[in-house]
């Protein structure tokens, strides 16, 4: 059975962030849900629109392996104060699931109270945060909970997903079609 994503999406999205990583990810053989937190469809930073597949009013993270958030100041403000986004990171976290942010989303991880140890983010957001240690790398990991730097690092986080939730021989896969051999 496909691995299962749901990553919500709010106006003033980083758009190389989520589609590089929902992308990725479905190359990885992981079903890839955007949920519209503001709007159907969606605006990114730089103009962008994304049409959503769902609201996330309609999602439960029972039907969810991992809960990815893209970056994007603007997005990740509203996703840092949606109370249907906000209880879903709880949700998720509570259950021991697997959550990612990249770029300014840690601020809603850690408004949610779920950010662990150690994180990365875009530089000058790690200002901003401080329930955890920031780490200068690419990725980071702490528990259930992973986050990566911003747009450049968008498809290594999601090669890195797929090494989670699905395999290593899938993720070197993608990788190698990706012509991605930084990561």
């Known amino acids: 059975m496909a691995k299962k994503v749901v990553m919500p999406l709010a106006n003033g999205f980083e758009e190389i962030e989520a589609i590089a990583l929902a992308d990725t990810m479905r190359r990885g053989g992981i079903e890839v849900t955007i949920a519209g937190v503001d709007a ?39 996703l840092s104060e949606n109370r249907t986004v ?37 530089p000058g957001v790690s200002d901003s ?11 980071v990991e702490s528990g259930n909970v992973i986050t990566s730097r911003g747009p450049g690092t968008a498809i290594c986080f999601g090669i890195y997903i797929i090494e989670k939730l699905v395999d290593k ?10 012509l991605a051999n930084y990561c």
């Open 40 to 78: 159907d469809i969606l605006k990114g930073a730089n103009g962008i629109r994304v049409v959503s597949d769902c609201t996330i009013d309609s999602i439960k993270s029972s039907d969810f392996d991992m809960i990815v958030l893209p970056g994007g100041y603007g997005g990740t403000m509203t």
């Open 86 to 122: 906000q209880a879903l990171i709880k949700e998720f976290d509570a259950k021991g699931k697997t959550l990612g942010a990249i770029c300014a989303a840690p601020l809603a991880l850690e408004k949610a109270g779920v950010l662990k140890d150690e994180y990365t983010c875009y």
């Open 129 to 139: 945060i401080k329930s955890s240690k920031f780490i200068e790398k690419t990725i």
């Open 169 to 178: 021989p899938t993720a070197e896969a993608v990788k190698s079609g990706m």
